[in-house]
Every structure is written in C-alpha cells, then in structure tokens.
C-alpha cells in the first residue's frame, strides 16, 4: 500500500462546479498535512495546510480524519484558474520534517 | 526578495557525465531537501540536510551526491551511476520544525541524451 494514495483523475469540471478530492495515508501517526497545488512543469506551491479542525481559505475547503485516515479537498464555484494537479502531502512521525507526498490528482475546469 | 533559486532552469547531459545542479536560498532556513518527480509520480526524497556540514539519504539516494558546505546553498550532483537521470528535480526548504511545508525552488529539468 502506498504511503500516500490519490485518485489521479482527471476531473473535468465546468466552471462554477463545486469538486471534492479525497486523499488516504498510511501511517496512523503522521503529524501534519498539505494540500499543495502543482501546474503544469512548474514547482508545487503550498495551497493550505490541514488541520484536525479543517479549516477554510474562500472557495477552498480542507478536511482531516484522523479515523479513517483521510483529507479531503473540497474546491467550491471552480474558475478555469483553478486547473492544475493538487498533491496531497503527509508529514509522518520520525522528525526532520520528511514530507511524503502523493502523485496528484489532475483537475480541468472547462468553459 | 526571500526564496528559493535554482539553475540551470533546463540542462541537457550525455550519457557518463556527471552534473551539478544549483540550489540557494535566502530565508534562513535550517533543513534543505531534494526531490525527483518524474510524469504521473509524486515527488521522491533524494537526499536532506537539517544543518550545515550534515545530511543524510532520501528514498532515492543511489547516484547522487550532495554538499552542504553554507547554510543557503545545498547543491546536487547527478553522476554517471544514476542509471535514468532524465527528470524533474526539485529543490525546497523549511524551518526546523515537525509541522512547517517546505517552500519549493522553480525546478531544474534535466535531459541526458
């Protein structure tokens, strides 16, 4: 099982529609989560961080459960700007801050 | 302007040679690290460093090698042993801290031909 899995999609969405992506992890003990986002041959750049409580920035919502062992990502009133990969990212036990991060899951908001 | 840089931004090798990418930073971060992505993969931990003069292996770390001599720079060798060099290389860093995202440099893509 990887450490980290994602539906790779893609999601093709019009504009306006509202998007959720769900991310496992394995290890029951990670410490902290991301959601970054990635466009196309660029570098990934911090989207949001997780938190146990979730947690809101405008149209975007992050989840976690700590339970079941999943984020989500939840993407409301989708705009074309908002197409690129979105990594989901787990900071496991252990220290020196080693992120295990997911393949990605490929969004395209269409017209 | 704090960040991270790296060059070249695009680099071309033949087979056999090795070669060394650049990576700078400027925001006083402690822990530097190196990824490799390759098309439809996450990113894979090449080789970290917590502090200067200290750095330790990654997932990947077989044909590579690393230096970390100052505290803003963290360069990263591609050598001849690297069996399929051909990718994506990353370069972040991050306070010395259990729960901080590490902040990415632009990438350098490297091709061996």
């Known amino acids: 099982r990887k450490e980290v899995e994602q539906d790779p999609g893609p999601f093709n969405v019009p504009e306006g529609a509202t998007v959720a992506f769900n991310c496992t992890y394995s290890?029951?003990?990670?410490?902290?989560f991301f959601w970054y986002r990635q466009d196309c041959r660029k570098e990934p750049k911090l989207l949001m961080s997780?938190?146990?409580s979730g947690n809101e920035d405008g149209r975007f919502t992050a989840q976690l459960n700590r339970a079941s062992q999943y984020i989500s990502l939840l993407i409301r009133d989708s705009k074309l700007s908002d197409s690129a990969t979105y990594l989901c990212?787990?900071?496991?036990?252990?220290?020196?801050?080693?992120?295990?991060f997911g393949a990605g899951t490929r969004l395209a908001v269409h017209p | 302007d704090g960040g991270i840089t790296q060059s070249p931004k695009y680099l071309f090798r033949k087979e056999g040679q090795n070669v060394t990418l650049s990576c700078e930073q400027n925001?006083?971060?402690?822990?530097m690290y190196w990824y490799r992505q390759d098309p439809g993969q996450g990113l894979r931990l090449i080789y970290y460093?917590?502090?200067?003069?200290?750095?330790q292996k990654g997932d990947i770390a077989e044909g590579y090698s690393v230096s970390r001599e100052k505290k803003e720079s963290f360069p990263l060798t591609v050598t001849s042993a690297q069996k399929n060099p051909t990718a994506f290389y990353l370069c972040?860093?991050?306070?010395?801290?259990?729960?901080?995202?590490?902040?990415f440099g632009p990438g350098t893509r490297l091709t061996v031909l």
């Open positions: 972040a860093s991050t306070t010395w801290s259990s729960y901080n995202e590490q902040f």
């Open positions: 290890n029951s003990a990670s410490q902290s």
């Open positions: 997780v938190y146990s």
């Open positions: 990212v787990v900071n496991p036990p252990g220290g020196y801050n080693k992120l295990i």
């Open positions: 925001l006083n971060h402690d822990a």
């Open positions: 460093s917590q502090i200067v003069n200290d750095f």
